[in-house]
Structures are given as structure tokens and as C-alpha cells.
């Protein structure tokens, strides 16, 4: 890409739109590839970050910014279709645990692999220090996001 395409003088918003769908498209023909096509929107980000590790299920549903009741009807979807598994908390009965079954854990790795393709491509493109500037770039619009969250609190 050129300094001088019209690309870059798009709202940042709308380049952030756009881009999101590159990840997302090039997972969906990768999950439905695999026989993975029955996974619901929000799913791939629910898997995703299970597969990762990274926060359990309640902090995982808030950023997804959707209603208890649209949560619980992903949740349930994604169980029903075998993607989670929910089981009662050892340490405290009135919690459930979510998991990755292994279905679960399958479709979360041909998504992972999907997204390892896009940035390898990002950086046969682009570079590994300007791939690493847009992720900080990114992140620093996060922190600008949260501490404006913790702000209105």
C-alpha cells in the first residue's frame, strides 16, 4: 500500500469495520471448511478466548456488551451445538463452569490458524515493527476505551 491510498483517509472507525471483517471472514471459511459452520456470531469470540485462556466466561460476556438473556442463549447454543460444556464448580456449587470440549477445542484451533494466516500475512506485507505499532496502536485505543468506562462508573 502506498502513502497516497484512499484507504488511509478513511475514519479510523471505518478501518477497524472493515479490517474486523478480514479476521472474521477468512475464520468463517476456515470453521465451515473444517465442518465448523454452525457456530453463532458472537461465538468465535467466546471460543477464541476460552482457547486462550485469557478471563473466564462472566468477564468474556461483558465485553461481548450483550444482555444476560443474549449471553445465556449464546452459551446455550454453543453447548447444544458441542462447542462448551458446562458442569457445576467444584469449589462452589452454585457457580457452572464453561469449557471448550473437544469439538470446541478444534474449531478454536482452525480459527487460531485462520488468524495466524491474516497476520503473517500483515507482516509479509508490512513489516514486524509496523505490525507491532498498529498493535500498540490498537491497545492504546483500549485503555482510551476502559478509562473512559472507568470514568462514567
Known amino acids: 500500500m ?3 491510498s ?4 478513511i475514519a479510523l472507525p471505518a478501518l477497524l469495520r472493515h479490517a474486523r471483517h478480514t479476521y472474521g471472514a477468512a475464520m468463517r471459511a476456515a470453521l ?3 465442518g465448523y459452520d454452525d457456530i453463532p456470531g458472537n461465538g ?3 471460543i477464541g478466548a476460552l482457547a486462550l485462556g485469557e478471563a473466564p466466561l462472566s468477564q468474556i460476556i461483558r465485553e ?3 444482555s444476560k438473556q443474549a449471553a445465556g ?3 446455550d447454543a454453543l453447548v447444544l451445538r458441542g462447542y462448551l460444556e458446562r458442569e457445576v464448580d467444584s469449589n462452589d ?3 457452572l463452569t464453561v469449557t471448550l470440549t473437544e469439538r470446541g477445542r478444534a474449531a478454536a484451533e482452525t480459527q487460531i490458524a485462520a488468524r495466524e494466516a491474516i497476520d503473517a500475512e500483515l507482516t509479509a506485507r508490512l513489516g514486524a515493527e509496523k ?3 498498529a498493535r500498540e496502536v490498537l491497545a492504546t485505543l483500549i485503555d482510551i476505551g476502559h478509562d473512559a468506562e472507568a470514568n462514567t462508573s
Not at 484512499?6 to 483517509?9: K, S, T
Open 2 to 4: 502506498t502513502d497516497d
Open 6 to 9: 484512499p484507504l488511509l483517509q
Open 32 to 34: 465451515e471448511a473444517g
Open 44 to 46: 468465535l469470540y467466546v
Open 64 to 66: 461481548l456488551r450483550v
Open 73 to 75: 442463549q449464546l452459551v
Open 93 to 95: 456449587r452454585r457457580r
Open 131 to 133: 505490525l507491532l505499532h
